[in-house]
């Protein structure tokens, strides 16, 4: 097993809410290229067998032959689990449908809710030296979520910038509690992220006021505004940062990436690109 305390790990990073369409997907694949874009090495572990995480970063199905399911459940060579993208710096482990069968079958595991936090780290991972993981989870407090935040340092908890957007939160937290008492003593709240921001609509700023009210300094500075270019990119099988590199949706997500590296106190490496 891997020194889970080597400083050059991985910072891993569960981006959950159990309600579905809140942007969980979306801030996955725009947040780990943004960290890419940084010279940071980013895997993206796609835990929804939607599979959107996938679909999204251009990973066509029939080129999921090893995925999140085999991970988790058989004993894999890593290398054919993790795929390189087209963004550079950037891989995916990546899901289909089967693993909605995975929730079942893990019932059954001695080892169920911990079954990530050994896959990611298993020693075959340091040759991969990547800086950041983040697990996609699915819109549901399942036994998926939670293999994803035993496995995680944080949880980074997206939040539509819609009527009831705080409704949900207190159970969240209560799972997070619950995976802290079950083994994961030290797991973090990362932040909380405002998605599909309106400055124009009374209600995403009255959903932005109550949730600095609520949460404090755990709501990002950073919002992510509502922006037609983030929602087109998925279907061209790309991060929006490479679809429109300078698209408000683009920006936003480059900032959320410095401000967690700056809460996180780590340096971007110089990027070492050679267009
Ligand atoms: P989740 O993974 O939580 O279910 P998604 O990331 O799939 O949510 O987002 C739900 C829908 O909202 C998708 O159609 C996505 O394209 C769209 N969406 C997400 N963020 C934005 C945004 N900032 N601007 C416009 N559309 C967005
Ligand atoms: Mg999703």
Do not use: W
């Not at 908890?157 to 939160?169: C, D, K, N, T």
């Not at 590199?245 to 410095?258: D, F, P």
């Amino acid at each position: 097993m891997s020194d889970l305390s080597r400083p050059q790990g991985p910072k891993i990073v569960a981006v959950a809410n159990q309600k579905g369409g809140v942007g969980k997907t979306t801030t996955t694949i725009n947040l780990a290229a943004a960290l890419a874009e940084e010279g940071l090495q980013v895997l993206v572990i796609d835990l929804d067998p939607q599979g959107n995480a996938s679909t999204g970063l251009g990973i066509d199905l029939d080129d999921r032959e090893f995925t999140t399911y085999e991970l988790l459940l058989e004993d894999i060579d890593l290398k054919n689990v993790i795929l390189p993208t087209e963004t550079r710096g950037l891989s995916i482990v990546p899901a289909t449908v089967d693993l909605s069968s995975a929730d079942l079958e893990l019932l059954t595991n001695e080892k169920r809710s911990f079954l990530l936090h050994d896959a990611l780290r298993q020693t075959q991972m340091d040759q991969f030296a990547f800086d950041y993981i983040l697990i996609d989870c699915p819109p549901s407090l399942n036994l998926l979520t939670v293999n994803a935040m035993i496995a995680s340092h944080s949880v980074l908890v997206p939040l539509q910038s819609e009527f009831f957007a705080l409704e949900g939160l207190s159970q969240l937290m209560l799972t997070i509690r619950e995976v802290r008492q079950a083994g994961n003593k030290d797991l973090r709240i990362e932040g909380v992220v405002l998605t599909m921001y309106d400055r124009r609509n009374n209600l995403s700023q009255q959903v932005e006021a109550d949730a600095r009210q609520n949460l404090g300094d755990l709501v990002f500075r950073t919002m992510i505004p509502r922006n037609v270019r983030v929602s087109e990119a998925p279907s061209f099988a790309m991060p929006v940062l490479s679809y429109d590199s300078q698209s408000k949706g683009a920006i936003a997500y480059r900032e959320l990436a410095r401000e967690l590296l700056k809460n996180n106190k780590i340096e971007a490496k110089e990027v070492q690109h050679v267009e």
